[in-house]
């Protein structure tokens, strides 16, 4: 395959592992297409290396497309996991307000 369809593939991979990936999403879709495009040439690297599979037979085989989208999924939550602030809900209390709006409706 040349670049253009590894580009392709990736940001379709990248779309639709950020789909099957529950949650609110915090990246953007360029951010989410390059994170696609990293994850299909990491999936495809780690497929030859690790299981010894040659994923890399055509741009419509099954394998190629599975490789890809389980690369970029793996990309994604690890994006997830480094840029979540787990103490930043925005929620306190019984009420769902904030403190800082608690604080001003008593007001």
């Known amino acids: 395959m040349g670049i253009i369809a590894w580009i392709v593939l990736g940001l379709v991979a990248g779309l639709i592992a950020n789909m099957l990936i529950p949650g609110r999403r915090q990246q953007g879709l360029i951010v989410t297409c390059l994170i696609g ?25 099954l394998s190629t497309w599975l490789t890809a989208i389980a690369g970029a999924a793996i990309l994604l939550l690890a994006y997830h996991l480094f840029t979540s602030q787990p103490g930043r809900s925005g929620r306190s209390g019984r009420s769902g307000r904030s403190s800082r709006s608690r604080r001003y409706a008593r007001r």
């Open 37 to 61: 495009v990293a994850g299909a040439l990491l999936g495809g690297w780690l497929a030859t290396k690790i299981f010894h599979i040659h994923s890399l037979q055509g741009f419509f085989n």
